[in-house]
């Protein structure tokens, strides 16, 4: 019998500590202020037999804490490869997210994308200087042309993100995937010459989007971060400058009003959607 007690007490112990795990790994994963979301691989480079490993990491200045991998806040987690999809293999709480053998050589690209979480504002002043930043400087404009409160309302934002990780020669190309927002590399850092700069493209709901303020966020292997703004042509297309031995965070945000239903679920009254992409030049 008391044996048995024992054990029961024990698994009350394992169950009590795997639920705070997860509970503190939500947490984590749906922070108070919405900073940049992005994949952070530990190597951006790997031989063809090692395991590919990434980090969900959400902070500022391309430095963040580690976001375990929460299943219901994930309807997507992708990994792909000359055209090959394939889930990737996660379990709740997993930390980091991405643990798993890369499906075959080449250029391996992680897609990874949140469910919509929630952020309230107490005051104008806050959003105001989250719209300038983002570059979205008539929203107190259109906040007023809807008849909104300047105080004590509430955005829903969700993340969309790629990393491109390279698996042998790692050769291929990156593509689109079908996120409602995304960034995709129009040249592969880790093959081509990019010594006069990467060229991206910007999608927002599959069409090129057009004068869109992109944020390339560079560090250097000291770990020394510089930010810079660019913007999209006319096209969608940004150039943007690398140096060998950095890697790269690039960040684009749509702001938006939320359709009715999200409106109604969320009780929101505007709507972001963030894409991020991760690589690294050799």
Request: aromatic share 10%.
């Amino acid at each position: 019998m008391y044996l048995l007690l024992s054990r029961v007490v024990l698994l009350r112990v394992v169950n009590v500590r795997w639920l705070s795990g997860v509970w503190l790994a939500i947490l984590i994963t749906c922070p108070a202020i919405a900073h940049e979301f992005w994949i952070e691989p530990t190597q951006y480079q790997i031989k063809d037999n090692a395991e590919l490993v990434a980090y969900l990491r959400n902070g500022e200045n391309f430095d963040g804490s580690p976001s375990a991998y929460i299943t219901p806040r994930t309807p997507r987690f992708d990994l792909i490869t000359r055209g090959r999809v394939d889930p990737v293999v996660a379990r709740l709480g997993d930390n980091p997210a991405l643990k798993m053998r890369p499906l075959q050589a080449g250029l391996n690209i992680v897609v990874h994308q949140n469910v919509p979480s929630v952020i309230s504002y107490t005051n104008w002043e806050k959003f105001q200087r989250f719209a300038d930043h983002k570059d979205f400087p008539d929203m107190l404009a259109r906040h007023r042309a809807r008849s909104l409160p300047e105080s004590k309302f509430r955005e829903a934002y969700t993340r969309y993100s790629k990393s491109l990780i390279a698996v042998g020669d790692g050769s291929g190309n990156d593509q689109v995937t079908g996120l409602e927002i995304e960034l995709v590399a129009m040249q592969n850092p880790y093959i081509d010459d990019v010594s006069d700069g990467i060229q991206l493209k910007a999608y927002y709901q599959n069409e090129p989007r057009a004068n869109a303020q992109i944020e390339l966020f560079e560090k250097s292997p000291a770990g020394e971060v510089d930010v810079t703004l660019h913007r999209t042509d006319d096209h969608g297309l940004v150039l943007l400058p690398v140096k060998p031995a950095h890697s790269y965070l690039v960040d684009m945000v749509v702001l938006r009003e939320p359709s009715p239903a999200l409106a109604e679920e969320k009780s929101v009254e505007w709507e972001t959607l963030w894409a991020s992409l991760t690589f690294a030049v050799p």
